[in-house]
């Protein structure tokens, strides 16, 4: 195969399904390879957030997602004796979606494969191994092991915790590798039936026990360093580690047992000239937080639009070093909360986990509440970037009040109506793509023309929100060009956002995080600034 295109995608994991998927919706062509024959079929990640879940909808697939989910799934952090220490149950739909899905990681692969059938301008190639890149002033040549080769102006290597790229590009993945290794249990007809997931911090043996869709039951357990793959593959040994879960082990329909190891590492940089470092490739974590897929679809989400717009000419290549710039530093974080998570949980010192249990017993209401609601979980938040931070405005007509800037956070996806007064999520009412969304105001009467020029060039979106009472009026006097949507009201719509806070303006980027807010009179300066930070040309 010789072929060439725009980007070249390494491994035909979540992580590199979920990026083929947003470049080929935004025209880019893409090649996805992999060196297997066909997408791994045993779930590895059994959890998918709000945030994931609003990638896959700015994909066009969460309807297809959602059928190998469960919803709002809680977790209970248990000790050895069964007390809960804690309990993880956050209901927020801050971003449109639950906090907290359960899922069957091969079927959602399943879906983002089939949804690069969409594209005339994505391809896979399964049994296409990558062996060696080779960099010059236009792009990656990628030779591959059956001698063919693939010319990309960019590569993304997304091919797991082992990278051969990674390797090969001699990219340091500093961190630690637990001293034991875990098994996997994954059974069908669950024998439980409970819908939550359990975590026990047992010091005679840590574990987890947690309901999947369409009736999957997954254990894990943790090995001693005396175990190994020996023991994984007899019955006896397995039945033994679930006779004090269910009445017969040796009635369980086991569909797989896989050994597997716990590592904490981080890539030392995710950007190589031309070539990008995405998912476990750039870094990977316990599965005690359940943020390791998670966090590489947020990789996918960050760097897609930044592909996107540099290969159709909208951006300088410069922008592609903020993909390092935002996520390495949220990433770092989540791999620091995964690893203290599963220290705690999976301690077999008994005197460590007694501290432990006496701790949880004395936590407050309001720290317990604070773990329920996974206050936990760093929130991805960019003090560097695509992003425009602004001073607290100055004027009589705002009271005074110590509100946190929201500029490099992700805007909150509350539901809202159309022009036609259909009731849905944000995103689907405004269209997907920048957006300036302005309260209550036409959005041009703050714009220049060059300003509105650069922003058509990019594809953006005006927006005026509008209370649903004044829909009809708005949407009639509607300036050419401004999306309409209708704000629903209550305490989780638009109208309480702004109320909160001292702005009338927002700038969102592609993946929904907020470039910069403003007053609406400061808007056409502010989005100077972020059409300069986004590298636009």
């Not at 024998?191 to 869709?213: C, E, K, M, Q, W």
């Not at 897929?293 to 000419?313: E, H, P, Q, T, Y």
């Not at 004395?362 to 760093?378: D, I, S, V, W, Y």
Request: proline share 6%; charged share 25%.
């Amino acid at each position: 195969m010789n072929k060439a295109c725009d980007v070249l995608v390494v491994g035909a994991g979540p992580v590199g399904l979920t990026l083929a998927n947003l470049l080929g919706q935004q025209g880019v062509d893409v090649l996805l390879v992999e060196r297997e024959h066909e997408l791994v079929d045993y779930p590895r990640a059994v959890g998918i957030d709000d945030e994931a879940l609003r990638a896959m909808q700015t994909a066009g697939l969460v309807d297809e997602v959602l059928p190998h989910t469960i919803p709002d799934q809680k977790i209970y952090m248990i000790n050895g004796a069964g007390a809960i220490l804690s309990e993880v149950n956050p209901t927020t739909r801050e971003f449109g979606w639950p906090r907290r899905n359960g899922f069957v990681q091969p079927l959602v692969d399943r879906v983002l494969l089939a949804g690069l059938d969409r594209f005339p301008n994505a391809a896979v190639r399964f049994g296409a191994e990558v062996v060696d890149l080779a960099e010059d002033a236009d792009g990656v040549v990628a030779a591959l092991a059956d001698g063919g080769t693939v010319r990309a102006r960019y590569v993304v290597a997304a091919e797991g915790g082992s990278s051969p790229t990674r390797k090969r590009l001699g990219i340091s993945f500093e961190g630690e590798t637990r001293p034991t290794d875990g098994i996997v249990i994954d059974v069908a007809n669950d024998p439980i039936g409970t819908p939550h997931a359990v975590f026990g911090g047992d010091p005679a043996r840590s574990y987890a026990s947690i309901a999947l869709p369409h009736g999957i039951r997954r254990w894990e357990f943790t090995l001693f360093e005396h175990e190994g793959e020996a023991e994984v593959e007899d019955d006896a040994f397995v039945f033994g580690l679930l006779a004090p879960h269910v009445p017969d082990p040796s009635k369980l329909d086991i569909i797989r047992r896989r050994v597997y190891r716990h590592h904490a590492r981080i890539a030392g940089r995710f950007r190589h000239g031309r070539i990008f470092l995405a998912g476990d490739a750039a870094h990977v974590m316990p599965v005690v937080g359940g943020q390791g897929w998670n966090s590489g679809i947020r990789d996918a989400f960050n760097l897609g639009w930044k592909l996107a717009a540099v290969v159709k000419g909208l951006a300088d290549d410069a922008l592609l070093d903020t993909y390092e710039t935002e996520r390495l530093g949220h990433v770092t974080q989540m791999v620091a909360v995964s690893l203290r998570m599963a220290k705690e949980m999976t301690d077999h010192d008994p005197e460590k986990a007694a501290e432990r249990d006496r701790i949880a017993a004395a936590r407050t209401p309001e720290e317990r509440e604070a773990q329920k609601r996974q206050a936990f979980k760093p929130q991805p938040k960019f003090d560097q970037g695509v992003v425009v931070h602004t001073p607290l405005p100055v004027s009589k007509s705002l009271p005074v009040r110590d509100v946190p800037r929201l500029a490099g956070s992700i805007f909150p996806q509350p539901e809202a109506t159309d022009a036609d007064g259909l009731e849905m999520l944000l995103d689907d009412a405004t269209g997907q793509g920048w957006r300036v969304l302005t309260w209550n105001n036409d959005p041009t009467a703050f714009l220049s023309a060059d300003r509105r020029a650069a922003l058509d060039r990019l594809g953006a979106r005006l927006v005026q929100v509008v209370p649903k009472a004044q829909l009809p009026w708005a949407r009639k006097r509607a300036t050419a060009g401004v999306t309409v949507v209708g704000d629903l009201g209550g305490e989780a719509s638009l109208q309480a956002w702004f109320d909160a806070r001292p702005v009338g303006a927002v700038v969102l980027r592609p993946d929904h995080v907020i470039a910069a807010e403003c007053l609406t009179q400061e808007l056409d300066d502010v989005v100077a600034r972020v059409l300069e930070a986004a590298c636009a040309v």
